[in-house]
């Protein structure tokens, strides 16, 4: 069973950071990748970023965050992280950690939220102006 829990969510004011969390205890030593995605209101849900799990870890960013967001992973905590900085109000979203086996040695994972299987319960970040 695949259970993912995230955290992290909060209300900052523009510029600042926040780190979410995304817990997977039931995908240890497997091959897989987890994403993040968020859905504001009225719009439809999107990829932030996601990651592999296994070797060097591949990640792969939207064009919307690239350069203020970072994802990683410690596989001992089984815990993937979303550090977001230089947040800005049109960050404000639901955020959902998600996650799909793929086959050993898959280079880059998808940003497609139908190739994902797993869901969490999603944490809210909201950024004000």
């Known amino acids: 069973q695949v259970y993912l829990a995230e955290s992290g969510g909060g209300s900052v004011q523009a510029g600042g950071s926040l780190r979410l969390s995304c817990v997977e205890p039931g995908l240890r030593y497997s091959s897989y990748c987890i994403g993040w995605f968020r859905q504001a209101p009225g719009k439809e849900r999107e990829a932030v970023a996601t990651?592999?799990?296994?070797?060097?870890?591949?990640?792969r960013y939207a064009d919307s965050v690239k350069g203020r967001v970072t994802i990683s992973q410690d596989n001992a905590k089984n815990t993937v992280y979303l550090q977001m900085n230089s947040l800005k109000p049109e960050d404000t979203a639901m955020y959902y950690c998600?996650?799909?086996?793929?086959?050993?040695?898959?280079?880059?994972?998808?940003?497609?939220?139908?190739?994902?299987?797993?869901w969490g319960q999603g944490t809210q970040v909201t950024v004000s102006s």
């Open positions: 998600a996650a799909q086996f793929v086959p050993r040695g898959t280079r880059t994972c998808s940003h497609a939220l139908d190739d994902y299987d797993y």
């Open positions: 990651i592999y799990s296994m070797m060097s870890g591949t990640t």
